[in-house]
Nanobody, 114 residues
Framework: VQLQASGGGLVQAGGSLRLSCAAS????????MDWYRQAPGKERELVAT???????NYADSVKGRFTISRDNVRRRLYLQMNSLNTEDTAVYYC?????????WGQGTLVTVSS
């Protein structure tokens, strides 16, 4: 299983970014997928989850601003992030679980400037 996250960068507060995660080596269509983030000096936290049937859940801190989605044909996971603020600055990771083993992407850095 390989997960490759991309799309991070520097954005001003109030701006938007779209993260992408390309999956390979797994049956993407049946897997639940997650986005996590880790801010400097903080623990990694769950941001959003999408199930195989595209049900979604979000951390309270991003509800109404972030949208998780998936494209099973392209085997890609997305995170649309709007109304970004400085507290969203973090390394963002995509993650899945296959046969009870966790697999993580390499992370993509999002920096929000004030």
């Amino acid at each position: 299983v390989q997960l490759q996250a991309s799309g991070g960068g520097l954005v001003q507060a109030g701006g938007s970014l779209r993260l992408s995660c390309a999956a390979s080596g797994m049956n993407f269509g049946i897997a639940a997928m997650d986005w996590y983030r880790q801010a400097p000096g903080k623990e990694r936290e769950l941001v959003a989850t999408i199930t195989s049937s595209s049900s979604t859940n979000y951390a309270d801190s991003v509800k109404g601003r972030f949208t998780i989605s998936r494209d099973n044909v392209r085997r890609r996971l997305y995170l649309q992030m709007n109304s970004l603020n400085t507290e969203d600055t973090a390394v963002y990771y995509c993650k899945t679980q296959v046969w009870n083993r966790d697999y993580w992407g390499q992370g993509t850095l999002v920096t929000v400037s004030s």
